[in-house]
């Protein structure tokens, strides 16, 4: 039988990760696994493209390289309406153009066609990015944001994990219905953040001070913040990494002879990991040193990748190396969302989440075209090898990053309640048009 104590410290452990967060979160958490659970195509874009359609992996990595493009352009764009306009409508327009495209793309038949809509499906799947990033950064406080990320990566994993399983089972008998009921769960989330998530936008003339003691703060602004866009190209360099996941990885294990159902499997532990270890881990991570934490988490996804050189044909190894890059993602994601709305004026937080999300789009652009070039090329030594180098070098600008004076990286994981040098003074206490707050804890756990 169980162990009682086991089981109570454990139900412990959830009542305190999921309590005194904002009922509107809850909302956009539930809206976001709702849209996870549906979301098949991008993790199977390439092994449809190859093994479906029978095109070459270098046309699956210019496919999903032009997905990146649409995503770099967007995180810009997207970033910026959301700041103008308001999160909500810049993120219900993006779920629909969403919904539109990725049906689209499942009837899209020649290579120039499925790679135009594969760029409107990647333009309109991330410009739902800043958005989300700046309305939770807005309804939830500064002591709770990383726990809040947190949990919010969890909902996505849990809907990745169950949706990459049964995808893999539902493509044995044709990819078309996997594009309809992902377009599906993306017009469901819409409707959700249209009835029940109010716009939360700070207004500025309402914020200590007035709108004119805080110029308005543009893209060039945000380029221009040393501090910060240090912190964004470091993650470049692992999204490059992580990008491969769902692209290079999946022609690498289709090479090896590992069918769609094997690949749905194994990539499909990546979520269920992270839905069984992301609050324990959390917990655990509460107070530790955020710099130790990045680089931990640098490795582990760097040499994770590389660790699949050495897998062959087998798809237990290939889990193997799924779980230890997986353990760096749990680390990595929440530490890092905490750290950039630390660092993101109230004002501008839409364009700042934009700018991150920036490196992300870039690794989805470059990404598949260089990892299919060079497993192509090069082998699947190189190309693993190539990932391992390149968590090694984030790594050590995490710590060097971390040692300069004043550096946001030396805080600890938990988030701190005062504003970070350099942000606005309301950065860390943003006023909710509209928010109904649950009770808080007296200390919410931190994430990394």
């Given amino acids: 039988m169980p162990d009682p104590s086991l089981t109570t410290r454990a139900s412990r452990a959830v009542t305190e990760a999921v309590s005194g967060l904002p009922r509107q979160f809850w909302w956009l958490w539930t809206s976001t696994l709702i849209n996870k659970l549906g979301a098949f195509v991008v993790t199977f874009l390439a092994l449809y493209l190859t093994t479906d359609r029978g095109y070459s992996a270098s046309y699956a990595g210019l496919v999903a390289s032009l997905f990146g493009l649409g995503s770099a352009i967007a995180s810009l764009v997207a970033g910026v309406l959301a700041d103008r306009i308001g999160r909500r409508p810049t993120l219900v327009a993006a779920q629909l153009g969403t919904a ?13 066609a499925i790679a135009a809509v594969a760029f409107l499906v990647g333009f ?25 990320f947190a949990l919010n990566y969890w909902a996505i994993n849990i809907g990745f994990g169950l949706s990459a399983a049964v995808a893999g089972l539902i493509a044995t008998h044709g990819y078309l219905t996997l594009f309809l009921l992902d377009a599906l769960s993306t017009v469901v989330c819409a409707v959700v953040i249209f009835v029940r998530i109010p716009e939360t936008r700070p207004d500025a003339a309402a914020a200590p001070g007035g709108a004119a003691a805080r110029p308005a703060i543009g893209l060039g602004a945000v380029f221009r913040d040393g501090r910060f866009m240090a912190v964004v190209v470091l993650n470049l360099l692992l999204a490059l990494v992580a990008q491969q996941g769902s692209t290079t990885l999946a022609v690498d294990m289709g090479r090896a002879g590992i069918t769609s159902t094997q690949y749905g499997l194994v990539i499909g532990l990546n979520g269920l990991l992270i839905v069984v270890l992301q609050i324990p881990l959390t917990r655990w991570m509460e107070g530790r040193d955020r710099t130790a934490l990045l680089v931990a988490s640098a490795l582990l996804i760097g040499w994770g990748f590389g660790l699949t050189a050495l897998a062959g044909s087998s798809a237990w190894f290939y889990a193997f190396t799924v779980a230890v890059w997986t353990l760096g993602e749990i680390l990595n994601a929440p530490t890092m969302m905490g750290l950039v709305s630390e660092l993101s004026p109230a004002e501008a937080r839409g364009r700042y989440q934009g700018v991150y999300s920036l490196s992300w789009s870039l690794a989805s652009f470059l990404g598949p075209a260089a990892g299919g070039v060079l497993l192509e090329r090069a082998g699947s030594g190189v190309m693993w090898g190539a990932c391992a180098v390149l968590g090694t070098v984030a790594a050590g600008g995490y710590v060097l990053l971390g040692r300069r004076p004043g550096a946001a990286l030396a805080k600890s994981a938990a988030v701190a309640a005062a504003p970070a040098p350099g942000a606005s003074p309301v950065a860390d206490t943003p006023p909710v ?7 808080e804890p007296e200390r919410a756990p931190a994430g990394g």
């Fill in 433 to 439: 048009p509209g928010a109904e707050r649950a009770a």
């Fill in 124 to 148: 309109c799947n991330n410009a739902t990015r800043p958005a989300t990033s700046a309305i939770i950064a807005d309804i939830v406080p500064a002591e709770d944001r990383v726990r809040a």
């Fill in 100 to 112: 539109l495209f990725t049906a689209l793309l499942g009837f899209s038949d020649g290579q120039v």
